[in-house]
């Protein structure tokens, strides 16, 4: 009869034992998994700056004041809050990007918004380097 009661509960105990190492399984498939990941890029966006570039951090504007910086065919655009961002942010900005191409700025056009809601006091700026 003590028999019979064992023989269930160390098969309960076996099952148990095996659920505590799927985890650790589990955890060591993941982190191989991410290990075969892309190694960091060396691609080059146009102008010759370095993918991975923070250009938020690299606009040499506050990080509370900068919303997006996008590389485009004739430079820059960017969108910042003016009343977050010191003065002659704008220039300063364009100086500091255009750098990264080792070019100068050569002007600087404020973009009207579409919907001035969307972002409220939000300013869209295209940089065009030379």
Do not use: F, K
Not at 76 to 99: D, F, K, M, S, T
Not at 100 to 127: F, N, Q, T, V
Request: include cysteine; charged fraction near 25%; proline fraction near 8%.
């Amino acid at each position: 009869m003590m028999q019979d009661r064992a023989e269930p509960r160390q098969a309960a105990e076996r099952r148990n034992g095996m659920r505590g190492l799927a985890l650790p399984a589990a955890a060591l498939a993941l982190l191989a998994l991410s290990a075969c990941g892309r190694a960091p890029t060396e691609d080059i966006l146009r102008g010759g700056v370095p993918a991975m570039t923070n250009l938020h951090q690299a606009s040499n504007l506050p990080p509370e004041s900068v919303r997006t910086v996008a590389r485009r065919d004739y430079g820059w655009r960017l969108i910042y809050h003016p009343a977050r961002a010191p003065v002659n942010a704008e220039q300063g900005a364009a100086r500091a990007l255009c750098g990264l191409e080792s070019r100068r700025a050569a002007r600087i056009d404020h973009i009207p918004r579409i919907d001035p809601l969307a972002d409220p006091g939000a300013r869209i700026i295209d940089i065009y380097c030379a």
